[in-house]
């Protein structure tokens, strides 16, 4: 049965803190709640903003953008890429820069 299993600790959907421990938990994706706030907000904004995701709204957000299909070497190469000063943590200059550069390679 579809779902997100017992980490829907109330059976309406995750909210922020449980939708972290879910791409934890099923996908070993581990990521800050202040990363995680963005897609969080794309995903619940899609059907009612009331602030959890539902299944319909995982499953109609993955069709758009697989999270399977993500490569975590790809991801690593990109951090690396991004990190300019080598420290392991992006900054939030180096984070922009590496949007903008990717935004207008695949956009323009």
């Known amino acids: 049965m579809p779902g997100f299993g017992d980490c ?16 934890e938990k099923e996908h070993r994706v581990k990521i800050s709640k202040e990363i995680a706030r963005g897609v969080f ?3 619940d904004d899609r059907k009612v903003d009331d602030n959890r995701i ?3 709204e995982w499953e109609e957000f993955q069709k758009a953008t697989p999270f399977n299909q993500v490569k975590k070497k790809d991801l690593m190469k990109e951090f690396d890429d991004a ?12 984070m922009m820069q590496k949007l903008q550069s990717f935004y207008s390679t695949n956009f323009d």
């Open 54 to 56: 539902t299944w319909a």
């Open 83 to 94: 990190d300019k000063d080598g420290s392991g943590k992006l900054t939030s200059c180096e």
């Open 8 to 23: 829907d600790k109330t059976g309406d959907g995750l909210c922020l803190d449980e939708f972290v421990d879910y791409l």
């Open 41 to 43: 907000q794309d995903i």
